[in-house]
């Protein structure tokens, strides 16, 4: 495996403590930080200039743009006109390659045959199918630090995954699993999830309309509502947070905690959601 470092020349920052974005159908660009927080920092992003949307990164107008681990939004100088898969810390370029993007925003190529034979993609991770004529799958997981591992997760067949999520999936047997930002992967027997319905980035809605959110250390939470949320009604899903269909905007923290934000925006014009 060959690493190359490719830390790139700041053109561009966006000074906010951001920990994903939201681009309105005017090029307004919101963001949230960890703490579950939504600003507007005057920001501007032509929608539909937008290649590809990540959780921490997008790509626009050829360049990549990433966050750190404090908000920071900073563009490389590097062109990218094509790409084949993303997650939410990673996508998978036009030559195979692995572009993780770790918390301090540097990003990171990384090669490997593996790579070429990735058959589905969640948030975190990944399956790659490396034989063709044989049923293996195996998982692969992407850190917050910009690594990437191959897992063997007892009692997990990577093939029977069949709900791809942000920082969890669920199988075909019913059993949830969650990613941390780590990379590890644990399941979760004790906690009774139904088929997964929605999905957002970290967090989903089963099909008895629970709404579970999961921490940066895969803690899977049931948290406490906001008053005005009906899960009914929640129309579009982020990374970290969620919209209904009057506009209001929730947003789930590190820990999981879920919280109700106001801006003075129409967010029912939200173009490009980071996911």
């Known amino acids: 495996m060959k690493n190359f470092l490719l830390a790139g020349a700041m053109l561009l920052s966006f000074n906010a403590f951001s920990q994903s974005y939201l681009v309105l159908n005017n090029g307004v660009t919101l963001t949230t930080d960890k703490s579950g927080f939504i600003y507007d920092f005057g920001n501007f992003i032509l929608p539909y200039k937008v290649l590809a949307n990540g959780g921490n990164f997008l790509i626009a107008e050829e360049r990549l743009s ?25 996508f998978i370029n036009d030559d195979n390659d692995l572009v993780t993007i770790d918390s301090k925003g ?130 579009k899903l982020g990374s970290n947070y969620m919209i209904d269909n009057q506009g209001r905007i929730f947003v789930v923290d590190k820990t999981g905690a879920l919280y109700e934000r106001t801006i003075d925006h129409d967010l029912l014009n939200t173009k490009v959601l980071s996911f």
């Open 106 to 235: 540097f990003f990171y190529v990384l090669e490997d045959k593996a790579f070429k034979k990735a058959k589905s993609f969640g948030g975190n991770y990944f399956t790659v199918k490396p034989e063709d004529k044989k049923p293996g799958v195996d998982l692969y997981t992407v850190s917050s630090t910009g690594n990437y591992f191959k897992l063997n997760v007892e009692g997990l067949n990577p093939a029977d995954i069949v709900v791809f999520g942000g920082t969890y999936f669920q199988t075909r047997t019913g059993m949830t699993y969650t990613v941390t930002k780590d990379g590890f992967v644990y399941a979760k027997p004790e906690v009774k999830v139904k088929a997964i319905k929605r999905t957002g980035g970290n967090f989903f809605i089963d099909a008895n309309n629970f709404l579970y959110t999961v921490s940066e250390e895969g803690f899977l939470v049931l948290p406490v509502l906001p008053a005005n949320i009906k899960v009914s009604q929640i129309a």
């Open 66 to 90: 990433t966050v750190d681990e404090h908000g920071f939004f900073y563009t490389k100088s590097e062109k990218i006109k094509k790409y084949k898969a993303k997650g939410q810390n990673y």
